[in-house]
């Protein structure tokens, strides 16, 4: 059953068609061409996926694209003001050596910066850790994952975002 | 996963014809459960019907004593509800550890308690709280819905349209979780409310189930205390990779004696 669907990405408006069984995650990697959000597993636990749908943090791999319909999607790809202006997160991760192949990243970052927002930019080592429960990473070892989130919550308060 | 046809209707009634009409039709809430069934290929619905656009089904209402949730309320609404957080605690409590924050934010209190995975956490608290479970048709007791594994008293087509929760004089929820995917090793639900104590029991059987001996006791003296000598058999309990129906089955006083002693702080 082929179903069009349309919905705001970073920003742009975005349509195309889709079948029923289309995930998010396929609609924004093999429709849009939008490589950043990764797919690590098949079952919803790794989230290397994870993108933000109406301003909830929500794993692509999980939710069908015309669950999507009309919604405001931001991904990875929407994060960095420009080519060389990082988001005060990215940036985090950088400065933190918080990643090593880099596969569950994107994920990392999406899931990071909706965890500040919803804490108030407040946020102990053992907050971080437990709501990183989603996210998977089979390379850091986490520590400078949790470093890099401490570090990004004040950065991202003063810059306002 | 196979593909299907979609549909996203309104209300209730319109959502109950669509799987009425297709047979082979199955409901998707949060799709936290059907989403990695399906990719599994262990599940092959001819029709999804989503409960998504339905606004009837969501929100959370006070209803004199009770905390009335609506099928679609999501376990992140239920966590940080503030009515919740007030009446009962420990059902806000409950709903802030299930899995992580991703699955918290569609994960479908409706869709959990219709699905009755035997590790899941809400029917946990809807037994030991005595929850009405509300369907399109009728009302549901706690103890009358949860038939087994996997297996609900719901018929086909029938649709979960709210839970209602007594408010408890004092309750807590005490789960070992299962280092990699959170769900309930063994969770126990302890709860004292007008008609009693309960205390219910998931993650160790093939389905949520009481413990009347310590229900009893606890009736008497709400102390961990009270319980302390209290074992259940390990027979017909749980054992995989995880942990033996033994592990299991000491589990069950070990965090039932915590969640008494959760509930009197
Ligand atoms: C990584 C991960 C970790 C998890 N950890 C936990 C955990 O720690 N504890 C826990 O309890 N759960 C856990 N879950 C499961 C999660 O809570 C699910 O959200 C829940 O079990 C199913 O709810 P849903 O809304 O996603 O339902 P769906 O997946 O949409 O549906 C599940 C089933 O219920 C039926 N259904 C849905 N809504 C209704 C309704 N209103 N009336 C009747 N039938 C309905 C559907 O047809 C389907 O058969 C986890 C899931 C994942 C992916
Ligand atoms: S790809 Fe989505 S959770 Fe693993
Ligand atoms: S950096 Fe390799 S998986 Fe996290």
Redesign the pocket.
Same mark, same amino acid.
């Given at each position: 059953m082929s179903i069009s669907v349309a919905m705001t990405v970073n920003g742009k408006a975005v349509s195309g068609k889709v079948e029923a069984r289309t995930l998010l995650v396929q609609f924004l990697r093999e429709h849009l061409g939008m490589t950043g959000t990764h797919v690590g597993c098949d079952?919803?636990?790794c989230g290397a996926c994870v993108v933000d749908v109406d301003g909830k943090s929500v794993?692509s791999c999980?939710i069908l694209a015309v669950q999507a319909e009309g919604s405001k999607v931001i991904t990875i790809e929407g994060l960095a003001e420009s080519p060389d202006k990082l988001h005060p997160m990215q940036e985090a991760f950088r400065e933190n050596h918080a990643l090593q192949c880099g596969f569950c990243t994107p994920g990392m970052v999406m899931s990071a910066i909706d965890m500040v927002k919803r804490h108030n930019y407040q946020l102990d080592e053992a907050t971080v850790r437990r709501e990183l429960e989603?996210n998977l990473c089979r390379c850091t070892g986490y520590h400078n994952i949790v470093k890099a989130i401490l570090a990004a919550a004040p950065a991202m308060k003063s810059a306002g975002v | 996963m196979y593909d299907f046809a979609y549909h996203r209707p309104k209300s209730v009634a319109d959502a109950v014809k669509l799987l009425k009409d297709k047979p082979e039709a199955?409901?998707?809430?949060?799709?936290?459960? +059907? &989403?990695?069934?399906l990719k599994q290929r262990l599940?092959r619905p001819s029709d999804v019907?989503d409960?998504g656009a339905v606004k009837e089904?969501s929100g959370i209402k006070l209803e004199g004593t009770n905390v009335v949730i609506g099928?679609?309320t999501?376990?992140a609404e239920v966590a940080t509800s503030a009515d919740v957080k007030a009446a009962i605690p420990a059902l806000a409590h409950l709903a802030g550890?299930?899995?992580?924050p991703?699955?918290?934010n569609?994960?479908?209190?409706?869709?959990?308690?219709?699905?009755n995975?035997p590790?899941?956490?809400?029917?946990g608290a809807v037994v030991a709280l005595n929850a009405t479970v509300t369907?399109n048709t009728r009302k549901i007791a706690a103890d009358e819905f949860f038939k087994g594994l996997f297996e609900t008293a719901?018929a086909d087509g029938? +649709? &979960?349209?709210s839970i209602s929760f007594p408010k408890a004089e004092k309750a807590a929820y005490m789960?070992f979780?299962?280092p990699a995917?959170?769900?309930?090793m063994v969770g126990v639900f302890v709860a004292k409310t007008a008609a009693g104590v309960r205390v219910a029991v998931?993650g160790a059987g093939p389905c949520v189930f009481r413990v009347k001996a310590m229900e009893d006791a606890l009736a008497k003296n709400f102390s961990s205390a009270a319980i302390k000598d209290i074992t259940i058999p390990a027979d017909g309990l749980n054992s995989d990779i995880h942990g033996s129906a033994e592990y299991r089955a000491h589990l069950v006083g070990v965090m039932a004696r915590r969640a008494v002693d959760a509930a009197n702080k």
């Open positions: 079952t919803s636990q794993k999980t989603g | 199955r409901a998707i809430s949060g799709g936290m459960t +059907l &989403i990695p069934t599940a019907v409960l089904l099928g679609m999501k376990h550890h299930i899995g992580d991703q699955v918290r569609r994960g479908t209190i409706g869709g959990s308690v219709a699905n995975d590790a899941a956490d809400y029917p369907t719901l029938e +649709l &979960i349209t789960k979780p299962n995917s959170r769900y309930a998931t």
